[in-house]
């Protein structure tokens, strides 16, 4: 083995976004040794695009009918919109502690923007009864991220930037580290710790056509189901309807949220149709779905996109409140909404499934947990409202570092030696796939299988497209070992990082795809047409999938209920 080196903490922290984050300073104000692991520098991580805002009742500006908005509204909002698939604890928990969350942000430093009386501001999002959404103008994971790594710099919490996790290690029942490589240099560490959270973020890239960074490959999710944690409805998969076209750049809710209109090829206002009350503003997947039926019933434009409105806005507002978005439209479009239309197209944008975690963020597994959109507490269902993935970036990232300070007692100390072990298994590992020769190009099959899944297991399904899917996802996974990443080298190689993603993302289609064949009927972002209605008698339950015997396992959990009794969703 090549020169080694183990580092030893309290809490390893995967994951530089947000949650990341939020839980080290959580880790550090109670005094415990901790570390964040990142495949990228944080500020380069995904939450830094995120644009629209943070919901929180904190009623600043009123409802339509003169009332303040309050956390059971917030709540009740949030399990409608989830097409009652939540975990009704789980979401109480975080819209009681969302304006707690907000405030603090400021607290730290984070510039919102603001209403002519000085409170922060908040608009209208989708699903939503109240103008509950607080922003920075489009730009509000960038200054979110930005306040809380400058908090974590000024306490001095290491960072191990540029480091791809190969393995977790799992030793007499629990996890006790990782081993991870580092990009820059090619040498394999090893992190021995008394607690592993993840926080890695989504796997949106398993997906063509996503607003996703390249680096969502959803690493944390299939190192944990390796590791023993089963994933959790990972056949929620939500499409933002509004994505640029060609590009599919996110184009925030809050463009729709300030009064954006869409129009079909005929100039209809046809979301008037799909959702007479709430229009423009109803949930991502009703939206989305109306609008792939605007093209399948030759309404929308040649290409497949219909128009996003904001000229009628006016210039001052659009500067002020939507100026990201401006300059998207203008550098990626060549057009300039103040004057012209957006082309924007649905794309994927979001994992409401991952990590199957209890309600304080602890996996099955003893002393690895989880957070924020690799998780799955449960707070977004079938269907994620816009406003609310921010929102529990910071409030799980939180609370959940807050469950890893109080379990610490029980937690026994750090093992070298089984992290030694895993260290060697790993540089071995990588030593073999650098060795590879010949086969597919490595890029050839990960664009095929981005392309299956979007056709096969997108805003539409049926169980013939699935099961096709799935056999050429199959096929995929025998072609990885006859794959060579090209470049034998072990430092700064891009192409094998892109292989070690490649193996998980093959691992979490095969799962997305297990549970949506097994799901047979529609409910939030799971749309089948061959069964078209929600079945609360068969499926109000959580998918869990775990690996036994080396196969993808399917089981069941009850979703726990409570303060709102399932019923029809109308918008």
Known sequence: MRTSTIHSYDVLIVGGGLTGLRAALRVSDAGLKGAVISK????????????GGMNASLGN????????????????????????????????????????????????????SRLEDGKIAQRPFGGAGFPRTCYAADRTGHNALHTLYQQVLDRKIPI?????????V??????????????????????????????????????????????????????????????????????????????????TEGARGEGGILLNRKGERFMERYAPTSIDLAPRDVVARAIVQEFEEGRGFDGGYVHL?????????IRERLPGIRQIAIDFAGVDPVTDPIPVQPGQHYSMGGIDVDIDGATPVKGLYAAGECACISVHGANRLGGNSLLETVVFGRLVAGTIVKDMPSLPEPDIEPVQSAMEEADARIGQILEQEGGTPLITVMDALKETMFESFGIFRDVRSMQAGLAEIKKMQEKVSQISPG????????????????????????VVARGALAREESRGSHTRTDHPDRDDSRFLKHTLASIREGMIEISYQPVRLGMFEPKERVY
């Open 170 to 251: 799992n030793h007499d029942g629990r996890c006790g580290g990782c081993t991870a490589l580092e990009i820059m240099t090619g040498e394999v560490h090893g992190f021995a710790a008394k607690a592993v959270l993840m926080a890695t973020g989504g796997f949106g890239r398993i997906f063509s056509r996503s607003t996703n960074a390249l680096i969502n490959t959803g690493d944390g999710q299939a190192l944990a189901l390796r590791g023993g944690a089963p994933l959790k409805d990972m056949e929620f998969v939500q499409f933002h309807p509004t994505t640029l076209f060609g590009t599919n750049i996110l184009i």
């Open 487 to 510: 470049f034998k080298e072990r430092a700064v190689n891009p192409a094998l990082i892109r292989y070690l993603e490649l193996e998980g993302m093959l691992l979490l289609a095969e």
């Open 160 to 168: 191990y930037e540029e480091f791809f996790v190969l393995s977790l």
């Open 309 to 317: 409105d904001l000229h009628h806005l006016g210039e001052d507002r």
């Open 61 to 112: 500006v009123l409802g339509e009918d003169g009332r303040h908005d309050s956390w059971e509204s917030h709540a009740y909002d949030t399990v409608k919109g989830s097409d009652y698939l939540a975990d009704q604890d789980a979401v109480a928990r975080m819209c009681r502690q969302a304006p707690a969350a907000v405030i603090e942000l400021e607290h730290m430093g984070m510039v919102w």
């Open 40 to 51: 990228v520098h944080p500020l380069r991580s995904h939450s830094v695009a995120a644009q």
